[in-house]
């Protein structure tokens, strides 16, 4: 068992789980099995009640975890199915510590940081790694943050348990480029080292982020100065066109040969096929399309992370480039829809909570509607939808989610049956993968069907992760499928309707869970590779 810990110095957003990632997919095309988990020092037990501005998106697990996105990069580039031992916060740590001392667990002992958050740490590394070649782990936060200390100590010990040649330790630091001297400065990152060898870590490898090129003479400086080989000074500069250029970018620094050299892995060369492929379709693509993205997060670059990489999976597997238009759904309220969303080939409505920017939502479903443009709607896309629908098709003016209107006259979408009285707030929506049963004749039926080698006569099982608290109110399922509306999946255990389709519409399908999280370059999910389709005929 070999383990991999990765780091930041000098600055946040470095980029060090994306590095994380594309290290494990090296190191799965030279025939290893890969595993990756994200250490989080802040005292949120999980990310689910953050907002988004804080944090980007909550990226979910089959198992219901509510994890950081970073897991979502190491499910993109990984073939590994991740669960809640991937990933841990210091909120996680110090609430199951409190709770063995209130039981007596610890025996009448001082409970300290070290041994006792230290060893609690490390069992959670043991319990990821278990059945794997290799374990990358990567520790949010920059040296030098006083809550990621104990992380970092908890590093070190680990080392003294299991041998130095089972650990690799690699840094990732900035290298800024200073224009009023002309000349990128090495300072921050030597600084940053030094911060770490306090600690009683010594980096192996030292992966640099940087703007411009860096010189032999700038490795070697570095070499000196952090006491690591001038060959293990790995440059990484921005991508040309996405980020699933960073395997073969790193590839070509030797980085995969590094990590094998040191922890005396045998593991055969790889021509890297797979990724060439990808990278090939990203920037000569043979068609291209606008798709529009209609949120209230839309500033935000991770706030739809899943969403935006899962539109290019989809570009990817029809050879087409997605020009992503990020459209504020309080920008369409002023404005009409019109205004915004004409010209476009697939108009998109993700995932979201509460009522502001809900009726621009609206009339971007509406507006799709109309003017028989591909719409694909994700959790709140879905329902958004169904509430459209049922105002201008179904002849109730009045239709709402009781989530944006409490006491509406007709409620379409509603709070869940088992969600009534519940008061707290994390991990209580209903979370994780669940079955659904695909109807025939639908276009998410087709969708998955052509996705699988066999291809199914009838109804069929998928499974798919959900992160929401209202749903689809079956007291309306009868009238509105009278005038039009389609069912294309219910959830068999619960009878919970999964996917709405708009039955005259060459496609306009909603989802009540969230296919983007089950999505990957190399294999893209089936709604949004069929979605991209659709825009593509539109075109």
Same mark, same amino acid.
């Given at each position: 068992?070999?383990?991999?810990?990765?780091?930041?110095?000098?600055?946040?957003?470095?980029?060090?789980?994306?590095?994380?990632?594309?290290?494990?997919?090296?190191?799965?095309? /030279?025939?290893?099995?890969?595993?990756?988990?994200?250490?989080?020092?802040?005292?949120?037990?999980?990310?689910?009640?953050?907002?988004?501005?804080?944090?980007?998106?909550?990226?979910?697990?089959?198992?219901?975890?509510?994890?950081?996105?970073?897991?979502?990069?190491?499910?993109?580039?990984?073939?590994?199915?991740?669960?809640?031992?991937?990933?841990?916060?210091?909120?996680?740590?110090?609430?199951?510590?409190?709770?063995?001392?209130?039981?007596?667990?610890?025996?009448?002992?001082?409970?300290?940081?070290?041994?006792?958050?230290?060893?609690?740490?490390?069992?959670?590394?043991?319990?990821?790694?278990?059945?794997?070649?290799?374990?990358?782990?990567?520790?949010?936060?920059?040296?030098?943050?006083?809550?990621?200390?104990?992380?970092?100590?908890?590093?070190?010990?680990?080392?003294?348990?299991?041998?130095?040649?089972?650990?690799?330790?690699?840094?990732?630091?900035?290298?800024?480029?200073?224009?009023?001297?002309?000349?990128?400065?090495?300072?921050?990152?030597?600084?940053?080292?030094?911060?770490?060898?306090?600690?009683?870590?010594?980096?192996?490898?030292?992966?640099? /982020?940087?703007?411009?090129? =860096?010189?032999?003479?700038?490795?070697?400086?570095?070499?000196?100065?952090?006491?690591?080989?001038?060959?293990?000074? =790995?440059?990484?500069?921005?991508?040309?066109?996405?980020?699933?250029?960073?395997?073969?970018?790193?590839?070509?620094?030797?980085?995969?040969?590094?990590?094998?050299?040191?922890?005396?892995?045998?593991?055969?060369?790889?021509?890297?096929?797979?990724?060439?492929?990808?990278?090939? /379709?990203?920037?000569?693509?043979?068609?291209?399309?606008?798709?529009?993205?209609?949120?209230?997060?839309?500033?935000?670059?991770?706030?739809?992370?899943?969403?935006?990489?899962?539109?290019?999976?989809?570009?990817?597997?029809?050879?087409?480039?997605?020009?992503?238009?990020?459209?504020?759904?309080?920008?369409?309220?002023?404005?009409?829809?019109?205004?915004?969303?004409?010209?476009?080939?697939?108009?998109?409505?993700?995932?979201?909570?509460?009522? /502001?920017?809900?009726?621009?939502?609206?009339?971007?479903?509406?507006?799709?509607?109309?003017?028989?443009?591909?719409?694909?709607?994700?959790?709140?896309?879905?329902?958004?939808?169904?509430?459209?629908?049922?105002?201008?098709?179904?002849?109730?003016?009045?239709?709402?989610?009781?989530?944006?209107?409490?006491?509406?006259?007709?409620?379409?979408?509603?709070?869940?049956?088992?969600?009534?009285?519940?008061?707290?707030?994390?991990?209580? %929506?209903?979370?994780?993968?669940?079955?659904?049963?695909?109807?025939?004749?639908?276009?998410?039926?087709?969708?998955?069907?052509?996705?699988?080698?066999?291809?199914?006569?009838?109804?069929?099982?998928?499974?798919?992760?959900?992160?929401?608290?209202?749903?689809?109110?079956?007291?309306?399922?009868?009238?509105?499928?009278?005038?039009?509306?389609?069912?294309?999946?219910?959830?068999?255990?619960?009878?919970?309707?999964?996917?709405?389709?708009?039955?005259?519409?060459?496609? %306009?399908?909603?989802?009540?869970?969230?296919?983007?999280?089950?999505?990957?370059?190399?294999?893209?999910?089936?709604?949004?590779?069929?979605?991209?389709?659709?825009?593509?005929?539109?075109?």
């Amino acid at each position: 068992m070999k383990y991999i810990f990765v780091t930041g110095g000098v600055v946040s957003s470095l980029g060090k789980g994306l590095t994380a990632a594309a290290l494990g997919a090296l190191l799965e095309q /030279r025939g290893l099995t890969c595993r990756l988990q994200k250490f989080d020092p802040y005292l949120n037990v999980d990310p689910g009640t953050m907002n988004p501005f804080q944090h980007g998106e909550v990226y979910v697990l089959d198992d219901g975890a509510e994890t950081d996105l970073d897991l979502g990069h190491y499910e993109r580039f990984t073939s590994g199915s991740l669960s809640q031992f991937n990933n841990l916060t210091s909120g996680q740590v110090y609430e199951s510590i409190i709770q063995k001392e209130r039981n007596g667990e610890f025996l009448g002992k001082t409970v300290q940081v070290i041994p006792h958050v230290t060893d609690e740490i490390q069992k959670r590394i043991f319990e990821a790694g278990e059945g794997v070649d290799v374990l990358i782990t990567e520790i949010g936060g920059t040296v030098g943050d006083i809550e990621g200390l104990p992380f970092l100590e908890a590093m070190r010990q680990f080392t003294l348990k299991v041998g130095h040649e089972h650990v690799l330790f690699l840094h990732c630091t900035l290298i800024p480029y200073l224009k009023a001297a002309g000349e990128l400065k090495t300072k921050p990152s030597q600084q940053s080292v030094a911060k770490l060898r306090e600690i009683g870590i010594q980096p192996d490898i030292l992966v640099c /982020r940087t703007e411009h090129p =860096i010189s032999q003479e700038i490795r070697q400086k570095l070499s000196l100065y952090c006491n690591i080989p001038a060959k293990a000074v =790995i440059e990484e500069t921005d991508v040309e066109t996405s980020i699933y250029e960073l395997p073969l970018a790193l590839a070509q620094e030797n980085l995969d040969d590094l990590v094998v050299e040191h922890l005396r892995l045998d593991a055969p060369d790889s021509d890297m096929h797979v990724w060439k492929s990808v990278v090939r /379709r990203l920037k000569f693509p043979a068609h291209r399309v606008d798709i529009g993205v209609v949120g209230k997060y839309i500033e935000l670059q991770d706030a739809y992370k899943s969403v935006y990489e899962s539109l290019t999976h989809g570009g990817i597997a029809n050879d087409c480039g997605i020009n992503c238009v990020r459209i504020d759904s309080e920008a369409i309220e002023e404005d009409g829809a019109e205004a915004h969303l004409k010209g476009l080939h697939g108009i998109l409505v993700p995932g979201g909570f509460g009522s /502001r920017g809900t009726e621009g939502k609206i009339a971007a479903a509406a507006y799709a509607r109309e003017k028989l443009i591909p719409y694909f709607g994700l959790c709140l896309g879905m329902q958004i939808l169904v509430i459209e629908y049922a105002r201008h098709v179904a002849g109730f003016p009045n239709a709402n989610s009781t989530e944006f209107a409490e006491n509406c006259e007709t409620a379409v979408i509603d709070l869940m049956e088992d969600q009534r009285g519940v008061t707290a707030k994390g991990a209580t %929506m209903r979370l994780g993968s669940e079955p659904c049963m695909l109807q025939p004749d639908t276009h998410s039926w087709r969708a998955y069907a052509e996705a699988l080698e066999k291809k199914p006569k009838g109804e069929f099982l998928i499974h798919e992760r959900h992160r929401h608290r209202f749903e689809f109110n079956n007291e309306h399922r009868e009238i509105l499928e009278r005038c039009g509306l389609r069912v294309g999946g219910v959830n068999p255990e619960r009878n919970l309707v999964e996917i709405a389709e708009v039955f005259d519409h060459p496609w %306009m399908v909603g989802v009540q869970y969230h296919p983007e999280f089950k999505s990957k370059p190399n294999e893209a999910h089936p709604l949004f590779a069929a979605f991209v389709k659709a825009a593509m005929e539109k075109r």
